[in-house]
């Protein structure tokens, strides 16, 4: 954390006052929780992530990541930490706020957390930070405000003895977090490489949550992040006050960075450098954190090892820990390590996708009101499908959408086209009547909707026709009979089914529902009108002859009594087309 004076104190106490104001989203939230009680009671064992921080802003943006507030739990004597209980996608969080600054003071907090939630597995200390700016540093990593510096190793800089030739030997803290939260930081740091920061979206998603909050933990400029060098010094005013911007300060002094193809917060990997002074001088910066190796530098991490509490440490750097230290970046760089842990602990997000809500038999605002619930869930992105429903449209057809018809448009005009340039008797149709050929062929395209299902029936229907002679004026007719609808389209096809053969159909579907790959010959056997053939005992093999007729019979008696429902697919084998 960084120190921030007076100024800052006084802002303090207006995010505290934003929290306890009219935030319309925590509200509504413990409401939830009150509704369903019963089942959200929960006890200290259910909490198995504790997360520190050292500000009442760093725990703002903590609880802005929050899906959920839990009710508080009365408090165990001799524990004097404040509590926000929460959930975070999967696992229950239990949040506290330091009392104040320093080593000894982050290590008796965390005992009495440790000590009052027994089963935490996962700690956190999470927060803001002084970045070691990038050329001084041994990594070279260019580190700017609002960028994210996660602990792979905690060193504390400032204990320890002068030896001979005044050389310091450290011998405070050197820790690293536990095995299992490593595992889980070097998965996500797999992910950097192959996909976007979800920072961005997950600080979007929170505004949108707290809109209140964007007051505070918004970016700010870009142009307000400025390193001078490091033995320039901040301008004092004349009467000796610190200016609180760096206005006055000489810009030639200050050092020119490339720009960042985005403002997106960078994640640098590394060493902090934790202690209990302030770093605000440059030069000492760049001489202590040169000798670790440290990317940034907080004043709690060591303590905390020192207390037990075993832990990743996340810092957002507000600041380059020199003399023009300010406290404009410290709740967006609060609010990027806050962002960072809400990543690292949904590394995965589940894909909801529901298919033909206009097939629900049932109360379609419940089924809008189940997708919403879903997706007021941040971690969870749905899908829906549907005929182009008012009730549906109203609701869904602000998000982003598409109409599948106008993605396969194309490939059904490929189908229909293909289908009926490869019938001899149409095409010599429409070299006789390009015009009416046409305008019948396109008839069928625009009515298909995109389903191929729906084409592929249709055009079935419709060359059976032209086998049976019919003209064009016929095939129009034939058209204009079949419904739209691909569900009646099913019924009209199953009513063209002579009635005497329906209670073989069933028999067909039955057969194949239960061995849906099943071969044409053994088909034919299990179209056997009674066992007649196996009454002899084992039955003798079948000579090519039998087999041609036998596939050739099936196949027949297939298309008669399915009226191409169920067909013969390319290796032979019955399909069904509803699920072929
Ligand atoms: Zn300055």
């Given at each position: 954390m960084s120190n921030s004076g007076c100024s800052g104190q006084k802002r303090h106490q207006q995010l505290e006052n934003a929290f306890k104001g009219p935030p319309e989203a925590f509200r509504s939230k413990r409401r939830r929780t009150d509704n369903n009680m019963g089942r959200d009671?929960?006890?200290?064992?259910?909490?198995t992530v504790g997360w520190l921080c050292a500000l009442p802003l760093e725990l703002g943006a903590a609880k802005g990541m929050l899906d959920e507030e839990h009710e508080a739990l009365p408090p165990r004597l001799g524990d004097s930490n404040n509590y926000t209980l929460g959930r975070i996608g999967q696992h229950n969080v239990v949040l506290a706020c330091l009392p104040g600054y320093g080593i000894a003071m982050a290590a008796s907090s965390a005992r009495n957390m440790l000590h009052s939630?027994?089963?935490?597995?996962i700690g956190l200390m999470v927060g803001i930070g002084g970045g070691v700016p990038?050329?001084?540093?041994?990594?070279?990593a260019d580190v700017r405000l609002g960028d994210v510096v996660v602990g792979e190793r905690v060193i504390q800089h400032d204990m320890g003895k002068t030896e001979r030739n005044g050389y310091f030997k450290r011998t405070g803290v050197d820790s690293q977090p536990p095995n299992h939260i490593v595992t889980a930081v070097n998965r996500l740091r797999g992910d950097h490489k192959l996909m976007p920061s979800k920072i961005p979206s997950i600080l979007a998603e929170m505004f949108q949550r707290h809109p209140f909050m964007k007051e505070h933990y918004a970016r700010p400029t870009t142009a307000s992040d400025q390193l001078f060098d490091a033995d320039y010094e901040h301008f004092e005013a004349c009467d000796g006050g610190k200016a609180a911007t760096c206005d006055n300060c000489n810009s030639s002094r200050r050092l020119a960075r490339p720009t960042r193809r985005n403002e997106h917060p960078v994640i640098h990997y590394g060493k902090i450098a934790s202690g209990n002074q302030v770093i605000k001088h440059g030069v000492t910066r760049d001489r202590v954190a040169g000798d670790l190796g440290a990317l940034c530098f907080d004043m709690e991490a060591a303590g905390l090892a020192d207390a037990g509490f075993r832990c990743l440490v996340v810092r957002g750097i507000?600041?380059?820990?020199?003399?023009?230290?300010?406290?404009?970046w410290q709740e967006y760089a609060a609010a990027a390590a806050a962002a960072f842990v809400d990543w690292l602990e949904n590394g995965e997000e589940t894909y909801w996708i529901t298919d033909g809500?206009?097939?629900?038999?049932?109360?379609h605002d419940e089924l809008i009101q189940l997708t919403r619930d879903l997706v007021a869930c941040k971690h969870i992105k749905a899908c829906v499908a549907s005929r182009p429903w008012t009730v549906f449209q109203q609701v869904f057809?602000?998000?982003?959408n598409l109409m599948l018809q106008h993605l396969t448009v194309k490939d059904i005009e490929i189908v229909v086209r293909t289908t009926f340039n490869n019938n001899d008797d149409f095409r010599r149709m429409h070299s006789r009547n390009q015009q009416q050929a046409e305008s019948f062929l396109t008839q069928i395209m625009n009515r298909s909707s995109g389903v191929f299902l729906w084409v592929r029936l249709v055009t079935q229907s419709l060359l059976r026709g032209i086998s049976n002679g019919d003209k064009i004026s016929d095939l129009q007719k034939r058209l204009d009979e079949i419904p739209e609808n691909l569900e009646d389209l099913f019924q009209k096809i199953l009513d063209t089914i002579e009635p005497r053969y329906r209670q073989q159909t069933a028999e067909l579907f039955q057969i194949h529902r239960a061995h849906p790959s099943i071969s044409a010959l053994r088909m034919s056997f299990a179209d056997e009108e009674s066992h007649e053939t196996w009454s002899d005992g084992a039955p003798e093999p079948l000579t090519m002859d039998e087999f041609v007729d036998r596939c050739d019979q099936i196949r027949r008696r297939i298309d008669s009594r399915t009226m191409g429902l169920l067909e013969l697919d390319k290796h032979d084998k019955y399909t069904n087309q509803e699920y072929g």
């Open positions: 009671l929960h006890v200290p064992d259910d909490y939630f027994p089963k935490i597995q990038g050329s001084q540093s041994h990594d070279g507000s600041d380059y820990a020199d003399s023009h230290k300010n406290s404009r809500l206009d097939e629900f038999i049932g109360d057809g602000k998000r982003s």
